[in-house]
């Protein structure tokens, strides 16, 4: 549901805010206000095309916001959650939309920066607008099936349709795995097995380059090593006055002068500990060169281990790791590939079955489906004919669904919704041909069309936002209020925003804006005003009679919104 609408610099909105609640939100004013502007601004929010043109005079950019509740809306915290743009345990979503007269565009969703396509693709889960420049739902074929579906009553035996076709959409892809071709199976074989048969061959353990680039460093340097540590070994027992004679002396002096005054003692140990430590060093200087292998011979050997080690690297992975990690996967696909031809029997078997279940299913829902059709034909005569559309005829055709989704052995017209495409078709007069829908130019008609077949068919999809602008096209007096009517019953169960310029339509809102046009410092400005019972009264007295209001059309307003209120009290849309 659609909390708060924030629009800065926008055509002829400097600054505006807008907090919509549950129920029919209805949106009048003077021709020229600018009420079409705030449905143009919401279709931005929702993912539709940007224009410069929007950008307000003088200014730099042009920013829309929006906050939407989420409860309820799985579709929506999916697409959030898949994106990465969702915020576990926050509520609401908050989309911003900035575009800059140099015609950069920037789209904002929650915290994050989001593609148009994405902002699109959400925008259609969150609200449906249909008016002269917006169609949305109305227009994608998709959607035409699910209507039938929810007229119909469908959902359960479209979901096992869904889940049967996904068990034969597998079973198929699995089978076509197997039998890409014998040829095919031999030759990936023969690699695999060369590509395991090398790594074993080779056998390398995990961290061993390291080891033996380690290795090689010291080995390459074995002149300079042993030349240091003899150079040490010299340098504390050899030569004139090696370290550890003068130690020893040093040792005995000290050992005379504790003789003479006993403080001398703690300086001792200390000397004696150093040269033991030094003479560690001396003789593991002297035995260097004896215990490491420093010769030509291992660092030849070092030098073949790890050529054979890289030349793995080069296919296989960077690290030993990575190479055994390749040759286990090798080894794993290599034994699926031996042992598929035993399994392309039960796989053949498994489709079978698959295909059996999925087409009893699918027959039974197209046939239901097609008796739902004509009913729904029926029903939507009868709302067509309430909404001054009583020449418009629709028609549900049915077309083959599109070829499976590239896996060999599923039927073409097999798909997860079933064997059907639906299409409604509408004949605008009597006497005219059937028509694609999106043939319709009017955007009253489109609309009054969406609002028939809403409420029909929308039952099952509660808790959305449904947005008509150009509903009251070419209608009036008792027509309107049928419309109205309509409206008020699709918002007790969804959030309805609506553009009027009847008050007959008006008088059914839950909330009511009146849009109008101010002077401020010298440019005219477009502002939207929440209307409290008295204004209602005021706004649907100026809608009725003009610019001269009288106490009798103050009295006939009243008489309207008293009529527009239902016998009970009529619960509106709760937040989803």
């Known amino acids: 549901m659609l909390q708060l609408l924030r629009i800065r610099n926008f055509a002829l909105i400097r600054e505006l805010e807008i907090e919509f609640g549950a129920g029919?939100?209805?949106?009048?004013?003077?021709?020229?206000?600018g009420k079409s502007i705030l449905v143009d601004a919401l279709g931005l929010l929702l993912g539709s095309r940007s224009s410069v043109d929007y950008v307000r005079s003088g200014c730099d950019a042009a920013v829309i916001e929006g906050i939407f509740d989420l409860r309820g809306r799985r579709k929506v915290r999916s697409l959030l959650r898949e994106a990465g743009f969702d915020t576990p345990g926050e509520q609401r979503l908050r989309i911003r939309r900035e575009i800059s007269a140099s015609g950069r565009n920037r789209i904002h969703v929650n915290q994050g920066l989001a593609t148009l396509g994405f902002l699109k693709a959400m925008g259609g889960a969150l609200a449906d607008i249909c008016g002269q420049q917006e169609q949305r739902s109305l227009l994608d074929l998709a959607t035409h099936l699910a209507w039938l579906d929810d007229f119909g009553g469908n959902a359960e035996l479209r979901r096992e349709a869904g889940a049967l076709y996904r068990r034969l959409r597998d079973a198929a892809r699995e089978l076509e795995k197997v039998e890409t071709g014998e040829e095919e199976r031999?030759?990936?074989?023969?690699?695999?097995?060369?590509?395991?048969?090398?790594?074993?061959?080779?056998?390398?353990?995990?961290?061993?380059?390291?080891?033996?680039e380690n290795e090689r460093a010291l080995l390459s340097n074995r002149e300079r090593i042993l030349e240091r540590a003899a150079g040490i070994y010299r340098l504390l027992y050899e030569g004139e006055t090696p370290l550890l004679g003068g130690l020893a002396q040093l040792g005995r002096l000290l050992g005379e002068l504790e003789a003479l005054d006993p403080d001398w003692a703690a300086h001792r140990a200390p000397v004696e500990e150093s040269r033991y430590r030094l003479e560690d060093l001396a003789y593991a200087a002297r035995d260097y060169g004896s215990r490491s292998d420093f010769s030509a011979e291992r660092l030849e050997e070092v030098h073949q281990r790890l050529q054979a080690l890289d030349a793995l690297a080069r296919k296989y992975g960077a690290s030993c790791e990575e190479v055994l990690a390749s040759g286990s996967r090798c080894a794993g696909e290599l034994e699926a590939l031996e042992s598929a031809s035993g399994s392309a029997g039960r796989l053949r078997e498994e489709l079978a079955r698959a295909l059996d279940a999925y087409a009893a299913l699918a027959r039974t829902l197209s046939e239901k489906r097609r008796r739902d059709a004509a009913a729904l034909e029926q029903r939507i005569r009868a709302e067509f004919g309430a909404l001054a559309m009583d020449r418009m005829r629709l028609e549900?055709?049915?077309?083959?669904?599109?070829?499976?989704?590239?896996?060999?052995?599923?039927?073409?017209?097999?798909?997860?919704?079933?064997?059907?495409?639906?299409?409604?078709?509408?004949?605008?007069?009597?006497?005219?041909?059937?028509?694609?829908?999106?043939?319709?130019?009017?955007?009253?008609?489109?609309?009054?069309i969406m609002l028939a077949v809403q409420s029909l068919c929308g039952g099952a999809r509660a808790g959305g936002t449904l947005v008509f602008d150009e509903v009251d096209a070419g209608i009036g007096g008792r027509v309107a209020e049928a419309v109205g009517r309509r409206l008020r019953d699709l918002a007790r169960s969804n959030q309805v925003l609506c553009v009027t310029h009847l008050p007959h339509i008006a008088a059914f809102a839950h909330r009511h804006y009146r849009v109008c046009k101010e002077s401020a410092g010298g440019r005219t400005e477009t502002a939207v005003l929440p209307l409290d019972e008295g204004a209602r009264v005021e706004e649907l007295s100026r809608m009725l009679g003009g610019e001269t209001i009288t106490e009798k059309t103050r009295h006939y307003a009243l008489e309207m919104l008293e009529r527009s209120r239902p016998p009970q009290k009529e619960s509106t849309a709760k937040a989803p």
Do not use: K
């Open 24 to 33: 029919l939100n209805l949106l009048t004013g003077e021709t020229g206000s």
């Open 186 to 212: 031999a030759r990936r074989i023969d690699i695999l097995r060369f590509q395991v048969e090398e790594i074993r061959r080779v056998d390398p353990r995990p961290g061993e380059r390291e080891e033996l």
């Open 396 to 448: 549900v055709r049915f077309h083959p669904a599109g070829e499976g989704e590239g896996a060999r052995g599923i039927p073409a017209g097999y798909g997860p919704r079933g064997m059907d495409r639906v299409e409604f078709w509408i004949a605008p007069n009597e006497g005219e041909e059937m028509r694609p829908l999106e043939t319709i130019a009017s955007g009253g008609e489109l609309s009054r």
